[in-house]
């Protein structure tokens, strides 16, 4: 049993949970939850690099994993990022989910996010993404980082299922959607058509922009279509989240 918070691996769980040099170095991020790690044990193997569990766990619910190394409970607490953690967490790899542009390029149905900044933003918009039927998602580079634990958490699972890579570049990304034969609707409130009368295209590509200034000019002129999402009252604008939700569920 792991007893010290100075052990070697647990040392490095705690790097993982806050650097993003430190995930990036490894190739590795952290998962939690006792459903979402035994879901990626049982139908995503081949992703899980290490599983730990606290010895409370361990009495109660057995391993879900033959090799699971067991920690006492104060010391894996101690590394979890939730405020009430179900003792179990796991180290999962990077490289197998992002996948590469090419290939998401071949989907129908795509997202693209430019400079999302909110980890709660992100996560939710992945986890929509999968109940929507979305295919594939491409990231800005200013987007945040998808294997944060925050991001993490609130996808809920969905970032093991919903393909995503990040772009070096979001201008030539699009251009390369648009060549695919996608028409490319970018969510604007400027010289913009009411999303109810604008059917989307099977073949489409749906951009979303930052939370405070939105789309930035250059991504939105390669827009094939602007659109907006009607509002009634006072409202301004919607949380990114939200707005990406409608348009991705609308036909």
């Known amino acids: 049993m ?6 070697k691996k647990i040392k490095e769980l705690a790097a ?17 939850g006792d459903r979402i790690i035994r879901d990626a044990v049982l139908t995503r193997k081949e992703l899980v690099d290490n599983v730990y569990v606290s010895a409370t766990y361990a009495s109660s619910k057995g391993l879900p994993v033959d090799n ?60 929509t993404a999968e109940a929507a039927g979305v295919e594939a998602v491409f990231m800005s580079s200013g987007t945040v980082d998808i294997f944060s634990p925050k991001v993490v958490r609130s996808t809920m699972g969905s970032l093991l299922r919903v393909p995503f890579t990040y772009s070096r570049d979001i201008l030539e990304t699009i251009k390369n959607i648009k060549e695919c034969g996608h028409t490319v609707y970018a969510a604007h409130l400027k010289g913009a058509s009411d999303m109810r009368k604008t059917p989307f295209d099977a073949r489409r590509a749906i951009i979303i922009g930052n939370e405070g200034r ?36 609308h036909e």
Do not use: W
């Open 16 to 32: 993982l949970q806050r650097s993003k040099k430190e995930r990036e170095q490894a190739g590795l991020f952290v998962l939690e």
């Open 68 to 127: 699971a190394l067991i920690v006492a409970d104060s010391v894996l607490s101690h590394v979890c990022e939730t405020v009430t953690d179900q003792g179990i967490l796991a180290t999962v790899r990077q490289e197998p989910l992002l996948r590469s542009e090419d290939e998401l390029m071949k989907k129908d149905r795509i997202l693209v996010l430019e400079d999302i900044r909110d980890p709660g933003n992100l996560g939710t918009i992945i986890r």
């Open 214 to 249: 939105g789309i930035s000019d250059p991504v939105a002129d390669l827009a094939d279509k602007r659109v907006f999402i009607p509002m009634q009252g006072e409202v301004e604008s919607l949380n990114a989240a939200v707005a990406a939700a409608i348009l991705m569920y």
């Open 2 to 7: 792991i007893e010290s918070n100075s052990n």
